[in-house]
């Protein structure tokens, strides 16, 4: 019968030490890792009493496992819901994306112990991958730490409910410090609904709040460890893009522009002829349109071309709808005139999209080309694809209505049909226009097409939790639940790489829509808007360093920064999400953090002179986060015949284990034992391995 391996029975040990379901600790038991590291912390959750709500900790244990799959184990004691283990698993995604590892190289066991009813809700999420990070760089959580918050895919702390009661029973439980999301530092209070002071009730109670936008925020808090901060760079580098997008952007700006100016004369003329109460009214509507080229002309002449390319195309939509619109209203038979000029408009459309997504569809089929470029250029194209077919859809159906006398004729009702017949005919345009992006481009660094399959998954499932989540907090999400239901339905019939571009789009606007409604309800404004940007800056300078190109992170990024409120927090947890989809797609570091700077070192060198049989002592030195710890170990060197004096250097750096670097040699033909030198280099490196443990628990 075969032995487990020493790796599996530490491990299986851990495990059961730290109360895992037994099945997982046959698992791990069966497989023997070659590396395990287990972190522990407190988080806080909220229970409902009979006398109202009321904090509690919970103890959450991280064990992190290589080799692995990117598999995620949960086990909470009371039984989870469904949202925790997604969010568990986004948790284990960015804590690797942004520590630098490959997700899919580790395999993450997560328990949770907590004293309420039942275990839900991803607001422990936060505190996950906080636990992660600090797993995979060799660091230990303080003692007296705690954190609440969810992680967001845009690496933010996202709002959660109950702080004020979390951080009460963080108090209770002697926690000194406590990081909540960053915009929370007034919450509402469960019971009484009243908005409280978190920082001061925080220093009333002995407890020092720290609001911190990203997850890298809370894992300094947490550890100390500030050498992440020089290793994780966010991009500096604003709206790069490569020189072909650059002229694409321009010439679809000056497209638009040219089509805005045309479409403001043809309804000015028009306009002329309408009683003044109604030229007034549009007068005021075409003033408006004429601002809006007037921005665009100001960002492009800053070089924001994608900023003035979305100003124009907009003011080409206003004022291309007044000009239908006033025609309209000048003609004898307005019925007859909306169906021509609205349907030539949706007969377009769909003309153009009936051409565009088979083409797209076709040059994705089981391709074996997909770039990190490619996977990019084919999202911005399905978006606008969607987006066209889904509001000529709506103007359809109301055209049916006007055409047939369903519903009778207004104003209102006339500009929403225009205007949607409108949006799809130019939104079709700009959908043809990324396509023959996609066609000419060809460069890239190369996508597995497996991982674009699981990345699509794990934001829907993100997704998903996120929407349950904000539901179960009173503010529900209508569309987003309706976007992420689109995306289940496109992943449940998937079979080529446009169905997984195509349920990524649906997941992503889900979740935006569900995060920013969200944090609208939590009142967390600028804060939330400034920290959605530190996390698309963040990744993007992941991406960029793995060399790839954040294209669709940068134009949102540029986009964004022109706009305010909602429209920019959209812009910018959309480019996040983006580029944390980049960040997934191309591998990270796969292998052990105990092999990697910046974690644990085991550096020694040691030196052997043998005049013959003797026993010496190896001193190795172990260094864990600010610990060191010294071990002697006595070895026993043996050699047969007249051995000549010689020196044998053994150095162990980062748990790598080099050979010897000269031989013992004898004056009579004879050798040293192989086997002693073997030996003296595997005792002396699992010394330092022992050591380094013991220096990092301390």
């Given amino acids: 019968m075969k032995r487990p391996g020493l790796a599996a029975l530490v491990l299986a040990a851990m495990i059961l030490a730290a109360g895992l379901a037994p099945t997982a600790a046959a698992l791990l038991g069966s497989t023997g890792y070659a590396f395990t590291r287990t972190v522990e912390l407190q988080v806080p959750a909220v229970a409902r009493t009979e006398t109202g709500y009321v ?107 109950g702080v004020p009661e979390k951080l009460l029973a963080a108090a209770d439980s002697g926690v000194k410090v406590f990081v909540i999301p960053a915009g929370q530092e007034k919450a509402l209070d469960l019971n009484t609904g009243t908005v409280v002071d978190v920082v001061k009730l925080g220093a009333e109670k002995g407890v020092k709040v720290v609001p911190a936008k990203t997850v890298v925020d809370a894992y300094v808090a947490a550890t100390g460890d500030r050498e992440i901060l020089k290793e994780i760079m966010p991009s500096k580098s604003r709206y790069s893009y490569p020189p072909w997008l650059m002229d694409s ?83 004898d038979n307005p019925v007859k005139v909306i169906a021509e000029n609205v349907s030539r408009l949706l007969d377009s459309a769909n003309r153009t999209l009936n051409i565009v997504e088979p083409f797209l569809r076709g040059l994705l089929y089981r391709s074996k080309n997909l770039t990190d470029i490619g996977v990019q250029l084919a999202v911005a194209t399905m978006i606008r694809i969607n987006d066209a077919r889904e509001t000529l859809s709506e103007a359809a159906a109301l055209l049916q209505k006007a055409t047939t ?30 396509l023959n992006l996609f066609r000419a481009h060809k460069g890239g660094v190369p996508v597995p097409v497996k991982r674009l399959r699981s990345s699509a998954f794990s934001i829907l499932y993100f997704a998903q939790s996120t929407s349950s989540y904000s539901a179960a907090l009173g503010v529900p999400s209508t569309t987003a639940a309706q976007l992420i239901e689109r995306a289940k339905t496109v992943l449940a019939k998937a079979n080529s790489v446009l169905d997984y571009i195509d349920a990524l789009v649906y997941a992503i606007r889900g979740y935006t829509l569900a995060t920013t409604h ?21 990744l993007s300078g992941i991406a960029m360093h793995r060399g790839l190109q954040p294209i669709l992170p940068s134009l949102y990024l540029e986009y964004g920064d022109t706009l305010t409120g909602a429209a920019a927090l959209q812009l910018y947890i959309q480019g996040a999400s983006y580029a944390l989809l980049l960040d997934t797609l191309v591998p990270g570091k796969k292998m052990a953090p105990a092999q990697m700077p910046g974690t644990v070192t085991h550096t020694k060198t040691v030196t052997i002179t043998v005049p013959k049989n003797v026993t010496i002592t190896v001193t190795v030195a172990g260094r864990g986060g600010t610990s060191t710890t010294t071990t002697r170990v006595p070895v026993t060197v043996t050699a047969t015949g007249t051995v000549t004096e010689k020196t044998v250097t053994t150095t162990l750096t980062r748990t790598v284990t080099k050979t010897a670097t000269k031989t013992l040699t004898s004056g009579g033909g004879g050798t040293a034992s192989w086997t002693a030198l073997f030996l003296t280099a595997l005792i002396a490196f699992l010394a330092g391995a022992a050591a380094g443990r013991t220096g990092r628990q301390a």
């Avoid at 309420?116 to 003692?143: D, E, F, Y």
């Avoid at 509507?285 to 002309?297: C, F, M, Y």
């Fill in 249 to 331: 952007l321009k010439s679809s700006a000056l497209e638009f522009k040219k089509l805005a100016l045309g479409n403001i004369t043809c309804a000015k003329k028009l306009l002329a002829n309408l009683p003044e109460p109604i030229r007034k009214t549009f007068d005021n509507l075409i003033n408006q349109v004429q601002s809006v080229v007037a921005e665009g002309d100001k960002l492009y002449q800053r070089g924001l071309y994608y900023s003035a390319a979305s100003r124009y195309f907009s003011a080409a939509i206003s004022a291309t709808r007044e000009c239908i619109v006033a025609r309209i209203i000048l003609a």
């Fill in 518 to 538: 969200m944090r609208a309800a939590f009142l967390v404004g600028n804060e939330s808007i400034a920290a959605a940007r530190a996390g698309l800056l963040l």
């Fill in 55 to 161: 904090g509690v900790m919970s103890k959450l244990v991280v064990t992190v496992a290589y080799p692995g799959s990117g598999v995620v184990y949960v086990s909470a004691d009371p039984l989870t819901e469904l949202d925790m283990q997604a969010a568990a698993r986004m948790a284990a995604i960015v804590a690797t994306t942004v520590t630098g590892f490959d997700y899919y190289s580790f395999d993450y066991f997560i328990r949770v112990e907590s004293n309420t009813t039942i275990v839900g809700g991803p607001s422990a999420s936060g505190a996950m991958a906080v636990a992660i990070m600090a797993a995979l760089r060799g660091h230990q959580v303080r003692k007296d730490f705690s954190m609440t918050g969810m992680v967001d895919p845009d690496a933010t702390l996202g709002p959660v409910g």
């Fill in 405 to 434: 006398g369903a519903i009778s004729l207004n104003l209102d009702l006339v500009n929403n049909l225009a205007g949607d017949a409108v949006y799809s005919y130019y939104r079709a345009i700009t959908a043809k226009q990324w």
